[in-house]
């Protein structure tokens, strides 16, 4: 199985301030098609997880540009350009490449 | 609007079993493949099983394989996920999922997500 390892565990941020997720699987994420299988969701408190980013780098619908996704391979990079109050929660990497399909522990964004 | 509906959680003992269902709407349900994915009390966010676009394809966790199995129903646009032989480990809320689509076939993430329906096993 690929492990999927986040880090930090938890994060507070300063609003307006950059706030940045890294995410480290145990094998490569390349797919064949040529794009990485791996995509970022956000639980926000009490709610359902919702997708920010897919396929690495691309945002989902409806996601703000201050949200963004990098990295290829074992390596991945979840950024915040400037901290809203609104993006606080639980922040998943998850990996489609193989199954079983795994998901990050998770990284808590908080407000400080 | 994408809507997924859950439905078919609540109390059961060790080794009974539940049905649970997504009632999807608002896309065409025939073209993406269908997920569910649980997440304990206080925990991350854990896969149990996949469903091709067309039904012909199911994966499952190591955990519920055996025990669990997915289908679909193109005639009422509803997932389900039939679980038998229930564990205490298997108390969670249980998401429904509808994968997103880029290009020509290829998987684009979970890009909608229902509200989850709890199922907790106990004595």
């Known amino acids: 199985d690929i492990v999927m390892t986040q880090s930090p565990l938890s994060l507070p941020v300063t609003l307006g301030e950059p706030a940045s997720i890294s995410c480290r699987s145990s094998?490569?994420?390349?797919?064949?098609?040529?794009?990485?299988?791996l995509h970022w969701y956000l639980q926000k408190p009490g709610q359902s997880p919702q997708l920010l980013i897919y396929l690495g780098s691309n945002r989902a619908s409806g996601v703000p540009d201050r949200f963004s996704g990098s990295g290829s391979g074992t390596l991945f990079t979840l950024k915040i350009s400037r901290v809203e109050a609104e993006d606080v929660g639980v922040y998943y990497c998850?990996?489609?490449?193989?199954?079983?399909?795994?998901f990050g522990g998770g990284t808590k964004v908080e407000i400080k | 609007e994408v809507q997924l509906v859950e439905s078919g959680g609540g109390l059961v003992q060790p080794g009974g079993s539940l049905r649970l269902s997504c009632a999807a709407s608002g896309f065409t349900f025939t073209n993406h493949a269908m997920n569910w994915v649980r997440q304990a009390p206080g925990k991350g966010l854990e896969w149990v099983s996949t469903i091709s676009s067309t039904g012909r394809s199911t994966y499952y966790a190591d955990s519920v394989k055996g025990r669990f199995t997915i289908s679909r129903d193109t005639s009422k646009d509803t997932l389900f996920l039939e679980m038998n032989n229930l564990r205490a480990e298997d108390t969670a809320k249980y998401y429904c999922?509808?994968?997103?689509?880029?290009?020509?076939?290829?998987?684009?993430?979970?890009?909608?997500w229902g509200q989850g329906t709890l199922v907790a096993v106990s004595s």
């Open positions: 998850m990996q489609d490449v193989q199954t079983p399909l795994t």
């Open positions: 999922a509808k994968s997103g689509v880029f290009g020509v076939l290829i998987e684009a993430g979970f890009d909608s």
């Open positions: 094998q490569s994420l390349l797919h064949s098609n040529g794009y990485n299988s």
